[in-house]
């Protein structure tokens, strides 16, 4: 009895000291981004970094390649919020443009299906078309937000919902938890932003 207490705490917690590291260091990248920090790229890359061994080691392949997709999404962001706004300057919160809503649609849908269906018979990667689809709508997140676009955060709530339960189902414990906290932040990332863009929309007349 006590050793399978020992062993479930164990699981809990995870053994793996690099998933903790992963698990923090994404932590503080989301926070730094709902803050509207440039920090968050930085930290970004290194959890990205750390999460493709994470992924790797558990089959979540889509994931993983991800990962990689995140660090050079990372680097176009980072130069993107500094000198993306006119003239140069630093970009401002936007909403999301219809064209912008129908690609990432197209793009979603084509890549759950294709990926999906090319890991489900070519490789052992667990939950194929859910790991599709996944990355698919965190890859479009992903861009909208590296254009600071105030929905970016509406599909992270979506995203970070269904990612719960596939990590505790591959026993990733820890970073299961994390993405509950990833929701949390999700959730006060859309209400900073819509604050900030209100503000900097209420002094546009001023600039004028």
Aim: charged residues 10%; glycine residues 8%; neutral net charge.
């Amino acid at each position: 009895m006590l050793q399978a207490l020992y062993d479930f705490w164990t699981a809990a917690a995870g053994g793996s000291p690099l998933e903790w590291v992963s698990v923090l260091t994404g932590f503080a990248c989301v926070w730094l981004a709902a803050r509207e920090s440039l920090w968050n790229f930085p930290v970004a890359i290194i959890s990205c970094g750390l999460y493709v061994l994470v992924y790797y080691q558990t089959g979540l392949y889509s994931d993983m390649f991800l990962q990689g997709c995140f660090i050079a999404l990372s680097l176009y962001g980072w130069y993107g919020w500094l000198y993306g706004g006119r003239g140069r300057t630093e970009l401002p919160v936007t909403r999301t443009r219809r064209a912008e809503w129908v690609g990432g649609a197209l793009f979603a849908a084509a890549y759950t299906l294709g990926v999906g269906y090319h890991l489900q018979h070519h490789t052992d990667a667990a939950l194929p078309h859910w790991d599709a689809f996944t990355t698919a709508g965190s890859l479009v997140a992903q861009y909208l937000l590296m254009r600071k676009r105030l929905e970016n955060w509406w599909l992270w709530i979506v995203v970070d919902i269904i990612y719960v339960p596939i990590l505790w189902y591959k026993h990733l414990y820890p970073t299961s938890a994390l993405y509950v906290l990833y929701l949390g932040l999700a959730v006060y990332g859309y209400w900073e932003w819509r604050r900030a863009m209100r503000q900097e929309q209420a002094a546009l007349p001023e600039a004028v």
